[in-house]
């Protein structure tokens, strides 16, 4: 089974320039995560989808940020403009979410962004 | 809101076995207790999640006692590979309203 996809891997962009990244979750998978991982720290969630709903997107900044799911599958997150404190690992996560089942959380490799 | 202390790092010894305490002491009810684990370069991987007593996979096992204000994660006979980052998680399960939040884990180094 593959496993969360996300591209490009890394990202290396000049400040007030546009990013995007894509990800595409495990087949089935209803739930989606965008996390933010800044170096020697814990991911910081972004934004949680439950199939096309934004559930949870308190901590997306979103002045800069915007995140879309459409057709509840893959996923954009796009910062607009960039910041030089936006330099950080993006990551996908995906989940099965079941009654009687497990939230357990399927990590992409991420994307690593330097903002110049 | 549960928030979680975990020591900033540990080191051990190949065949040793490692035990790694998270302290959450606002746990809620409904919550859960999940460790991930994390190598360079990769996103964080699943190890265990549990609720109360004694939960038990074929790479670890995770104690939580009655007052579950705390879980012990433990890795029986580590190994050089098994250096990483491991961050345990508090939440509630299946629910639209749970804050998820990663701290900023235990840094565990196994030497030779």
């Known amino acids: 089974e593959a496993g969360v996809v996300q591209s490009p891997r890394y990202k290396i962009i000049e400040k007030k320039q546009p990013v995007a990244f894509w990800c595409n979750p495990i087949?089935?998978?209803?739930?989606l995560y965008w996390y933010r991982q800044n170096l020697g720290q814990g991911p910081e969630l972004l934004i949680r989808?439950?199939?096309?709903?934004?559930?949870?997107d308190s901590q997306l900044p979103k002045d800069r940020f915007s995140a879309e799911r459409l057709k509840g599958v893959d996923s954009t997150l796009k910062i607009q403009p960039a910041e030089l404190g936006d330099s950080a690992v993006y990551l996908c996560?995906?989940?099965?979410?079941?009654?009687?089942?497990?939230?357990?959380?399927?990590f992409g490799p991420g994307t690593r962004l330097t903002v110049l | 809101l549960a928030k979680t202390t975990q020591p900033i790092s540990m080191d051990s010894y190949e065949g040793q076995e490692v035990n790694i305490t998270c302290s959450h002491n606002?746990?809620?009810?409904?919550?859960?207790i999940t460790w991930y684990q994390q190598f360079p370069s990769q996103g964080p991987r699943f190890i265990i999640q549990?609720?109360?007593t004694k939960v038990t996979n074929e790479v670890a096992s995770l104690f939580i006692p009655a007052d579950r204000k705390s879980s012990t994660l433990s890795l029986p006979r580590v190994s050089l590979s098994d250096t990483a980052v491991y961050y345990c998680?508090?939440?509630?399960?299946?629910?639209?309203?749970?804050?998820?939040?990663f701290g900023s884990g235990t840094r565990l180094s196994i030497r030779p």
């Open positions: 606002n746990i809620a009810t409904n919550d859960y």
């Open positions: 549990g609720y109360k």
């Open positions: 087949s089935g998978h209803n739930t």
């Open positions: 998680l508090v939440a509630v399960r299946y629910s639209s309203a749970s804050k998820i939040i």
């Open positions: 996560a995906s989940s099965l979410e079941l009654a009687g089942g497990t939230d357990t959380q399927y």
């Open positions: 989808y439950e199939n096309e709903e934004a559930v949870d």
